[in-house]
T-cell receptor
Framework: DTAVSQTPKYLVTQMGNDKSIKCEQN?????MYWYKQDSKKFLKIMFS???????INETVPNRFSPKSPDKAHLNLHINSLELGDSAVYFC???????????FGQGTRLTVV | KNEVEQSPQNLTAQEGEFITINCSYS?????LHWLQQHPGGGIVSLFM???GKKKHGRLIATINIQEKHSSLHITASHPRDSAVYIC???????????FGGGTRLMVKP
């Protein structure tokens, strides 16, 4: 059973489109994260949610909006996609913020 | 200068060699994480530690809080250890926030 699953794994879309990436965890964790890995493989945190509440929102354009319908899901919606949004996006979860995180397999987003 | 620095950036070793990857950080932390990213892209958490030393199989992680330094050691390295190893630190609230640039390890048979 996949602990943290992201869909889709690959996403190719045109500039200006709106797209969503879904993340679900079946571990019963309270905290979920979105990270962005750029072309140089550098990981940066984007958002962190604890029990459906946003607790971290790093400097991310307003075009990115996380949505947490329940504790097990943290979806990432991106409006008006730009070329610079091309990256691999990772979802992760942890039981609480002080314990190790489990990562999804990543979503490779390519904006053309 | 990044708040979390790793060295080396790239490392090539022969199978069986002892490997050390270093991580230095300049911020206050509650914990330090070592992650492994395989060529396929998936990320796995190897260790989370806030003091001392942890061992799992052939992997050993140490941290020196006073010196703000951690090392990841791999004993008897194997080609399947080839991956990118990433150091990350959690802030005092425990959120995994800041990542090193990664160390790309290749172990040759």
């Amino acid at each position: 059973d996949t602990a943290v699953s992201q869909t889709p794994k690959y996403l190719v879309t045109q500039m200006g489109n709106d797209k969503s990436i879904k993340c679900e965890q079946n571990l019963g964790h309270d905290t979920m994260y979105w990270y962005k890995q750029d072309s140089k493989k550098f990981l940066k945190i984007m958002f962190s949610y604890n029990n459906k509440e946003l607790i971290i929102n790093e400097t991310v354009p307003n075009r990115f909006s996380p949505k947490s319908p329940d504790k097990a899901h943290l979806n990432l919606h991106i409006n008006s996609l730009e070329l610079g949004d091309s990256a691999v996006y990772f979802c992760a979860s942890s039981r609480d913020s002080l314990l190790e995180a489990f990562f999804g397999q990543g979503t490779r987003l390519t904006v053309v | 200068k990044n708040e979390v620095e790793q060295s080396p950036q790239n490392l090539t070793a022969q199978e069986g060699e002892f490997i050390t990857i270093n991580c230095s950080y300049s911020v206050g932390i509650s914990a330090l994480h070592w992650l492994q990213q395989h060529p396929g892209g998936g990320i796995v958490s190897l260790f989370m530690l806030s003091s001392g030393k942890k061992k799992h199989g052939r992997l050993i992680a140490t941290i020196n809080i006073q010196e703000k330094h951690s090392s990841l050691h791999i004993t008897a390295s194997h080609p399947r250890d080839s991956a990118v190893y990433i150091c990350a630190v959690s802030d005092n609230a425990g959120n995994m926030l800041t990542f090193g640039g990664g160390t790309r390890l290749m172990v040759k048979p």
